[in-house]
């Protein structure tokens, strides 16, 4: 069993910054594909952002690309989510996800989901 937790999250101002860490424990995901996903409310969770096992490859979704970075450090078994030039409609409650394979941007077949950290942009 793998458990993810997040953290990072709070309130920030537009144009701003945050940074989400995901911590595995239970077992080491550096073989794992891992995500970031959000859910704004009154929405259906969407895709954010992927990134595979090596941090090679990575995969984003059109609103956050060219402000949001993925990365990964797997000696420390963690996920990270670099977010700048924040906007309102970037408020949601981020989760991280885990799986073992290859990555994709779908908001299912991932085995392991966080609790989620709130991430609050105002204007």
């Known amino acids: 069993q793998v458990q993810l937790v997040e953290s990072g999250g709070g309130l920030v101002q537009a144009g701003g910054s945050r940074r989400l860490s995901c911590a595995a424990s239970?077992?080491?995901?550096?073989?794992?594909?891992m995500g970031w996903f959000r859910q704004a409310p009154g929405k259906e969770r969407e895709f954010v952002a992927t990134?595979?096992?090596?941090?090679?490859?990575?995969y984003y979704a059109d609103a956050v690309k060219g402000r949001f970075t993925i990365s990964r450090d797997n000696a420390k078994n963690t996920v990270y989510l670099q977010m700048n030039s924040l906007k309102p409609e970037d408020t949601a409650v981020y989760y991280c996800?885990?799986?073992?394979?290859?990555?994709?941007?779908?908001?299912?077949?991932?085995?392991?989901w966080g609790q989620g950290t709130q991430v609050t942009v105002s204007s």
């Open positions: 996800a885990a799986r073992p394979g290859p990555v994709t941007i779908a908001t299912r077949g991932w085995d392991y």
């Open positions: 239970g077992r080491t995901v550096s073989s794992y594909a």
């Open positions: 990134i595979n096992w090596s941090g090679g490859a990575t």
